[in-house]
Each structure stands twice: as structure tokens, then as C-alpha cells.
């Protein structure tokens, strides 16, 4: 079975630049997950999708960053314009739908961003 | 205030013995606890998860518990091998509005 692949593995841009991830999750996962990872601490849940509906985006820079899940597979995340602070590595992470009670999170290697 | 708290610094275990790290959280309701671990330049992968009425699960040489009285969750790797230093995180599921949210993790070395 294919894991959770995203890409671009690394990403270095200027502050005030655009960066777009991309992830595809496992297929036949409803449920999709981005988290910001900063060096030492860990992973803070950015957006929930369930299939290509918002769960909880409560904790998502709805300023800079902004998410999108088109036809309930692959899901884009986007942060413009970036800031210093966004250098973390962004994970996406699948589950099966949690209407099924199975809440196991499968999670790609994820994006290293360097904001300078 | 709400806080997840795991061993605070790297915990440096004799290869064979067993590691045990501690998850402890404060004014939250968790539905359930999970375990995962993180290798360097990689994502977390699942290990455990553990609900809020069961005492205790095991699966090979890990094992977890969970005492919601004392707000707490114990990691055990039994017969620990270098292969298994990593960082570990606990995770916790919300009753309240279905949240997650992972601990800082706990850097865990096995000497050989």
C-alpha cells in the first residue's frame, strides 16, 4: 500500500514569497490533516478535511495561509505572503473517515520550509 | 491553563533494559490517547492508541497506560534496542470538540 506522499521535500524561499505544498493522501482515506512541525515541538493541527469539507481550520493563519482539498483526494496548502516564523516542516497526515471509529493517522515525510 | 507534557529532556536508557516515558496532561477530557514515534527527517507513525476507559495496552515489547485519575499515560518498550531510539509523541483526541493534540515529544537514546 502507498503511503501519504507529499512533495516538495524541501522549500526555501524569501519572506513576503508565496509556497505552495501538496500532499495525496492514502487512497480511500476521508479524512485529511495538515500540521506545522517547528524544530523541538510537536505537530500543530493547521486544517481538518473530511473528505473535501472543513472539520477544524481553528488554528489555520487564515491571513497568510489558506487550504483546499478538490474532489476529496490530493489537498493543496498555501501561506502568502510568508513570514520568518513559518519555518517549521508541514505535515500531511491520512486517516480513514472517523465516522468508523478508526482515528490511526498515517503521515507523509513531510515539507522542511526555510523562510529568509 | 491546558498543557501535554512529556520527559522534558532525552532520556538515555541501557540497551536491553526498558525505557519508560511519561505523557502527563492537564484540563483536558481526552477521548482517547495515541503513541507515535518520529524518526529524524520523517514523519510520525502510529505505534498505540489507548481509549479512556481502558487500564492498559500492549502490542509486542511496547506497552501503555492510561490513568485519567492521575491525567497520565505511561510509554514502556521492554527489551530495548538501539534500533528503537527515536523521538516519541503522545497525542491526545478531545472528547469536547474532537481536537488533537500532540505533546512536545520525548528524545529517547538507546545505548548500546
Known amino acids: 500500500e502507498a503511503g501519504v506522499a507529499q512533495s516538495p521535500r524541501y522549500k526555501i524561499i524569501e519572506k513576503r514569497q508565496s509556497v505552495a505544498f501538496w500532499c495525496n493522501p492514502i487512497s480511500g482515506h476521508a479524512t485529511l490533516y495538515w500540521y506545522q512541525q517547528i524544530l523541538g515541538q510537536g505537530p500543530k493541527l493547521l486544517i481538518q478535511?473530511?473528505?473535501?469539507?472543513?472539520?477544524?481550520d481553528s488554528q489555520l493563519p487564515k491571513d497568510r495561509f489558506s487550504a483546499e482539498r478538490l474532489k476529496g483526494v490530493d489537498s493543496t496548502l498555501k501561506i502568502q505572503p510568508a513570514k520568518l516564523e513559518d519555518s517549521a516542516v508541514y505535515l500531511c497526515a491520512s486517516s480513514l473517515s472517523k465516522t468508523r471509529g478508526n482515528y490511526e493517522q498515517y503521515f507523509g515525510p513531510g515539507t522542511r520550509l526555510t523562510v529568509t | 491553563s491546558q498543557k501535554i507534557e512529556q520527559n522534558s529532556e532525552a532520556l538515555n536508557i541501557q540497551e536491553g533494559k526498558t525505557a519508560t516515558l511519561t505523557c502527563n496532561y492537564t484540563n483536558y477530557s481526552p477521548a482517547y490517547l495515541q503513541w507515535y514515534r518520529q524518526d529524524p527527517g520523517r514523519g510520525p507513525v502510529f505505534l498505540l492508541l489507548i481509549r479512556e476507559n481502558e487500564k492498559e495496552k500492549r502490542k509486542e515489547r511496547l506497552k501503555v497506560t492510561f490513568d485519567t485519575t492521575l491525567k497520565q499515560s505511561l510509554f514502556h518498550i521492554t527489551a530495548s534496542q538501539p534500533a528503537d531510539s527515536a523521538t516519541y509523541l503522545c497525542?491526545?483526541?478531545?472528547?469536547?470538540?474532537?481536537?488533537?493534540?500532540f505533546g512536545k515529544g520525548t528524545r529517547l537514546h538507546i545505548l548500546p
Open positions: 497525542a491526545l483526541r478531545l472528547n469536547r470538540d474532537d481536537k488533537i493534540i
Open positions: 478535511f473530511q473528505n473535501n469539507g472543513v472539520v477544524d
